[in-house]
């Protein structure tokens, strides 16, 4: 068996077939962890933890010190190289902190204001009818659509390289915002690449060169940093997969964004990360305390999303957290600061549900410090409509045909219909046909992955387009196409 060669782990359990393979590290645990709470978290693992499987490199810290550390599973399937504690991965968005925190700094040093109008430092997005903010990104407050809903409407490929001009483009190409700025939530990977263009372009540099001098090297964070070049090599780097029939197959998104995404990291340097949130060694107290704000929604009620970090309640204690997900990458760093303990994962199998496994962690670490069992108190997404409305074939004739948005590169969505009461079915880029059900108002339906089209009202027998909603999008136009 391969062992990677960045690795400074001692092998606890070896895999033999069948059996659990666990890799812990004794130079990175300082104190006793108990045995049976150990244990409890292998159990967790058991289904990634053997041979032909990825799986994670799982970390719990408490006062300061690497309690546990423990990698299951492996991080390259082709050449069986197991993860340790010391495996790197990619934690998508729980990248967000870092870009934040660069954006914190740059407003502690005068350089940024969180009221400056996002359009100061790039013009290329449109001059909507009310400004965004730089506050509007960092919560999530902004209208801004998703771009990464918005590659996927407009039938592109989520693995493609794209870099950040791409994903500019297509943000300015959106003629309107989902919502006034400042007035609701929603989350947008689009405002935090803003973010981190908004880095660049402030201080002459990358967002990654920035974050290495300002963040990682000063809290001797060595092995973590924004990847902003697909191609480069990346020691000691997990690969992701997805599950198919026949087992695994990789799954990389290969684009070179950053902010939103692009961090690489390990269990040892997320830990010296999670401890300045309690020793401020780097920004001082005040820079923390920004970190963990948050502010209301101009239109009332709170938002628990501060700066990357969404601030929680769990079976009575405070929770703030993040969780991460890119191709077949999974990570979450869940911090109790009550306990002055945190749970990390980093997970190369997109089946692993980081904040549920977070969670059931804190349960075993935490037993007799939380609160009775209860749900997370926190905000969410909007709940998506069901079709529940009666079926209306009175409707179809003129709702069928195929219908464009500039908004999504022209791409071209068709609506079929079959004889009598048969469903209309949706056909789009790079997806698979979908029924569209009736919703109780007239002229609208939503699909089984929640979108909903809004047509508008007949002129002639025919509507000329719709309104589209989905998860992290809305209101954007299509337009009848001409046959």
């Known amino acids: 068996m391969q062992v990677a060669k960045h690795s400074v782990v001692a092998v606890a359990r070896l895999v033999v077939a069948g059996t659990i393979i666990a890799f812990s590290s004794p130079r990175l645990a300082r104190g006793q962890f108990p045995a049976a709470s150990a ?21 719990v810290y408490q006062n300061g010190n690497v309690a546990f550390a423990r990698g299951y599973g492996f991080a390259n399937l082709t050449h069986d190289v197991p993860i340790t504690p010391a495996t790197r991965f990619t934690v998508g968005s729980v990248s967000k902190q870092f870009t934040a925190a660069s954006i914190a700094l ?22 909507y009818d009310t400004p965004i903010r730089v506050r509007h990104l960092v919560h999530h407050t902004s209208g801004l659509r998703d771009f990464w809903e918005l590659v996927g409407l407009a039938g592109m490929r989520y693995d493609d390289g794209y870099a ?14 989902n919502f ?11 405002g935090y690449l803003a973010l981190g ?6 201080t002459g540099q990358s967002l990654r060169r920035f974050a290495d001098s300002a963040l990682f090297a000063p809290l001797g964070m060595r092995e973590t940093f924004f990847l902003d070049d697909h191609s480069e090599v990346v020691t000691g780097r997990a690969s992701a997969y997805s599950p198919t029939g026949r087992g695994w197959k990789v799954d990389v998104w290969n684009n070179d964004l950053v902010g939103q995404g692009g961090i690489v990291t390990t269990l040892a340097d997320l830990q010296r990360w999670d401890e300045n949130f309690y020793s401020a060694q780097l920004g001082g107290r005040e820079f923390i305390e920004l970190l963990q704000s948050t502010e209301p929604f101009t239109s009332g009620g709170t938002n628990d999303y501060a700066f990357g970090l969404t601030i929680q309640s769990y079976r009575g204690q405070r929770l703030v957290q993040h969780t991460g997900s890119t191709g077949g990458y999974r990570a979450a760093l869940y911090r109790f600061p009550a306990s002055h303990t945190s749970v990390a994962m980093l997970c190369n199998a997109s089946t692993v549900n980081t904040g ?15 609160g ?16 529940s409305g009666s079926p209306r074939p009175a409707e179809h004739a003129a709702i069928v045909g195929r219908y464009a948005s500039t908004e999504l590169n022209d791409a071209v969505w068709e609506i079929t219909a079959g004889d009598g009461n048969s469903p209309l079915q949706l056909r789009r880029p790079r997806a698979a046909v979908t029924t569209l059900a009736p919703t109780d108002s007239a002229y ?32 954007i136009q299509f337009t009848r196409v001409k046959p």
Request: aromatic share 6%; with cysteine; glycine share 10%.
């Open 164 to 177: 950040t001009a791409d994903m500019l483009g297509l943000a300015a190409r959106q003629k309107a915002l």
């Open 444 to 475: 609208q339906y939503t699909d089984s992955s929640g979108l909903v089209l809004q047509f508008d009202l007949p002129v002639r027998g025919r509507t000329l387009g719709f309104h589209l909603d989905g998860n992290r999008v809305s209101k």
């Open 39 to 59: 244990s409890a978290i292998d159990t967790l693992y058991s289904a990634y933890a053997h041979s032909g499987s990825p799986g994670c490199a799982v970390g």
């Open 356 to 370: 549920t496994l977070a969670l059931r962690i804190a349960d075993i670490v935490l037993r007799e410090s939380l």
């Open 180 to 190: 006034i700025p400042g007035a609701e939530y929603r989350y947008s990977n689009t």
């Open 372 to 387: 009775p069992t209860s749900p997370v108190v926190a905000g969410g997404p909007r709940a998506r409509r069901p079709g």
């Open 106 to 127: 740059l407003v502690r040093a005068g350089r940024i204001g969180l009221d400056d109008d996002v359009r100061k430092y790039i013009p290329e997005l449109p001059a």
């Open 197 to 202: 263009v908004i880095v660049q372009r402030v």
